[in-house]
């Protein structure tokens, strides 16, 4: 839990949602792109879409059957959805259907998608706007734009919409809770990023020296005060061996497992356990094979528990909590008096509801844990382990083409071949013309363009020259703990049973200047206008698992008290020998407040909050990591995380999937 505000976000965008609702009159049909089924989820529900009017809800597909009188569609400026709108209207107009159109692009429109409206002859009957959905509370301390193919749109197809539409979105913040004093950057859209922001603060009039009368209205605009004390944006780029490593705490296994969307998990009805039915009621509940959406946050106490756990320890949690919800159930027996037995009954709301979460997490357990002990699970983790660990030999190559050989479900191939290449600057040109060849013959030749996708975005490489980034970084960053206490950690690399993700790392230098063990980087006081841009080349990056491990090299403490204060401002300087390993450019920012000194000081007393963006998407195991960075620094610091999407191994390389369409 920290101290910023999504609930204010959550009511701005149901605020909005409902005005886009109120512009049509009277009854009307709601259609969503399949896409924003979650997120509007999240925002709102559907007694307050009938309270404005809505009679039906479907989800956008070439033929909508409707007796309501007007249509709004709520959908991503994509092609394909325009195409679908427009073979909408044309089969309503053939049947001689009147509606009333109207389009609500989510978050921004976009010249391409109004032009095929137009080829498509529907412009002129349909009218459009924008529905700001860009900022999507996930929890407390995690936002999210759910834009799923940011990875692809950034680092592969050049397009930089998501750039644009994140510059928007910390505008809105900076307007709801004030100017960010320090913006910390590493990556090429990290930079376009920042640079971006500047430019819109800009032609806000923020920095502007002219009449009294601008001043005043930059006091307007922004808060007086900042609860953002910093902010870290990271390109997906910067670390890409940590998605390719199989995520092992308790929200990532079951991500890797069941797949998580905006918070929700679909399950087997089985796993829920009997539905009570209601009271009063005899009838057996209706059995249902369909899987429910089970949503996953800290709402639910336990989960909230379990969420950052390494899977390890997750089982024997489970059993305690199960003693004392029983304990608590026995309590009954114990009620004598009125007062007593009035006491049980109030209490007893709560526990039937831990009831049945406890339930619902044993089951979901239970599958995990036949999902680790299969044999194929852990033989994939051990050479993942070797892998990032630096230990490369002839088996672990061997094993990779024998998975190639069985025809193993090719996202889990593609997965070690590509943290092969990204700890190991690339195969040899034999091995990765060999492996070319294997992969294209097995699982055909329509993944041509996929191989072709991997190789531009840097998962998948030849070895150009000797130097291998990721080998450089390994020791100086401590990517590898040897022993780790998976009940009791003291490091992040519990959430991988020994490797430390590298994004996460990177936060940890820049908050608190040290990895651990190692000795802390000098600490350096940041200019009040200070611009700092230093380019840094290539890639490297990588994993490590094991679903049980031993203990681990402890966390270190803050840094070297600066001005009073425990902890220095986020920066990375004096580690740059090691950042300039990574790709990308690196960045470092400090807003200037406007004349007369209004941007107020934030109470020494109060935590400092920082921003963890990550441009491309992150992983659950990233989001636990930085929690533990929170909850080591004693209340200090606390961590909200910002991301275009949530992903992993799979979903990343899914995405960037291209096979060819025959005719």
């Known amino acids: 839990m920290t101290g910023f505000n999504v609930a204010l976000l959550k009511e701005l965008a149901r605020r909005d949602l409902v005005n886009v609702l109120d512009s049509v009159r009277g009854k009307k049909g709601l259609v969503i792109d399949q896409s924003l089924s979650g997120p509007i989820s999240l925002v709102t529900e559907f007694s307050l879409l009938k309270d404005h009017g809505v009679e039906k809800i479907y989800?956008?597909?070439?033929?909508?059957?409707?007796?309501?009188?007007?249509?709004?569609?709520?959908?991503?400026?994509?092609?394909?959805?325009?195409?679908?709108?427009?073979?909408?209207?044309?089969?309503?107009?053939?049947?001689?259907?009147?509606?009333?159109?109207?389009?609500?692009?989510?978050?921004?429109?976009?010249?391409?998608?109004?032009?095929?409206?137009?080829?498509?002859?529907?412009?002129?009957?349909?009218?459009?706007?924008?529905?700001?959905?860009?900022?999507i509370p996930l929890d407390d301390d995690v936002i999210s734009m759910e834009l799923d193919n940011s990875f692809r749109e950034l680092f592969l197809d050049g397009d930089t919409s998501a750039v644009y539409y994140v510059a928007k979105s910390i505008m809105k913040l900076q307007t709801l809770f004030g100017i960010i004093p320090r913006i910390v950057a590493k990556g090429n859209c990290s930079k376009l990023l920042v640079d971006l922001l500047l430019r819109m603060r800009r032609e806000l009039g923020i920095n502007s020296e002219d009449s009294d009368d601008n001043k005043s209205s930059d006091r307007n605009i922004f808060p007086a005060s900042s609860e953002i004390d910093s902010l870290i944006i990271m390109d997906r780029t910067v670390d890409l061996v940590t998605p390719m490593c199989t995520q092992l705490t308790y929200e990532g296994l079951i991500d890797e497992k069941f797949g998580i969307r905006s918070t929700f998990v679909e399950l087997d009805p089985s796993m829920h356990g009997p539905t009570v039915p209601p009271s009063g009621s005899s009838a057996a509940p209706a059995v249902s094979n369909k899987p429910r959406k089970v949503a996953l946050n800290s709402q639910d106490k336990l989960f909230a528990q379990l969420r950052d756990l390494n899977f390890a320890v997750v089982g024997g949690l489970l059993s305690q909590v199960a003693r004392r919800i029983h304990e608590d159930y026995e309590g009954r027996h114990q009620a004598k008096t009125v007062s007593q037995i009035k006491d049980f009954v109030g209490k007893l709301g709560n526990l039937q509801a831990e009831h049945q979460s406890a339930r619902l997490h044993t089951n979901v357990a239970e599958e995990i844990t036949k999902f680790t002990l299969d044999q194929d699970f852990n033989r994939m983790l051990e050479v993942q382990q070797n892998f990032v660990a630096g230990v490369i030999t002839t088996p672990h190559i061997d094993y990779i083409e024998e998975l190639i050989n069985k025809q193993a479900p090719l996202m889990h191939v593609l997965r070690l071949l590509c943290l092969h290449s990204l700890v190991n600057g690339g195969f040899k040109p034999k091995q990765f013309d060999f492996f070319r060849r294997e992969l294209i013959q097995t699982y055909g030749y329509t993944h041509i363009l996929t191989l072709q996708n991997l190789f531009k975005t840097g998962l998948l490489r030849r070895q150009e020259t000797a130097r291998n980034p990721y080998a450089q970084i390994r020791k100086p960053l401590r990517l590898i703990v040897d022993e780790v206490n998976e009940h009791q950690p003291n490091d992040i690399s519990y959430v991988y049973s020994g490797y430390a993700p590298i994004s996460v790392r990177l936060v940890q230098l820049s908050c608190y200047k040290n990895v651990g063990n190692s000795a802390p980087a000098p600490v350096v006081a940041a200019s009040p206008v200070e611009h700092d841009k230093i380019?840094?080349?290539?890639?490297?990056?990588?994993?490590?698992?094991?679903?049980?491990?031993?203990?681990?090299?402890?966390?270190?403490?803050?840094?070297?008290?600066?001005q009073g204060n425990n902890h220095p401002v986020p920066s990375w300087k004096g580690w740059e020998e090691s950042l300039q390993m990574l790709p990308g450019l690196m960045v470092e920012e400090v807003q200037k407040p406007p004349p007369n000194g209004w941007l107020a000081k934030r109470n020494r007393a109060q935590p400092k909050l920082t921003m963890v963006l990550f441009l491309g998407g992150c992983t659950f195991t990233e989001m636990s990591a930085i929690r533990f960075l929170a909850q080591q620094d004693e209340g200090q610091r606390e961590f909200v995380i910002m991301t275009t999407n949530i992903l992993n191994g799979s979903t990343l390389l899914e995405s960037l999937a291209d096979p060819i369409v025959l005719s």
Not at 82 to 109: D, W
Not at 535 to 555: D, I, K, Y
Request: charged share 20%.
């Open 535 to 562: 380019e840094r080349q290539p890639t490297g990056l990588s994993l490590v698992a094991a679903v049980v491990g031993g203990n681990a090299g402890s966390v270190g403490q803050a840094a070297q008290q600066q």
């Open 59 to 135: 989800h956008l597909q070439q033929s909508i059957v409707t007796e309501c009188k007007a249509l709004i569609y709520l959908c991503r400026p994509k092609i394909q959805n325009m195409k679908c709108i427009a073979e909408n209207i044309r089969s309503h107009t053939q049947a001689g259907i009147k509606l009333e159109y109207s389009l609500f692009f989510v978050p921004r429109r976009t010249m391409i998608c109004e032009r095929v409206l137009e080829e498509e002859g529907v412009y002129g009957d349909i009218s459009i706007g924008e529905y700001h959905l860009d900022i």
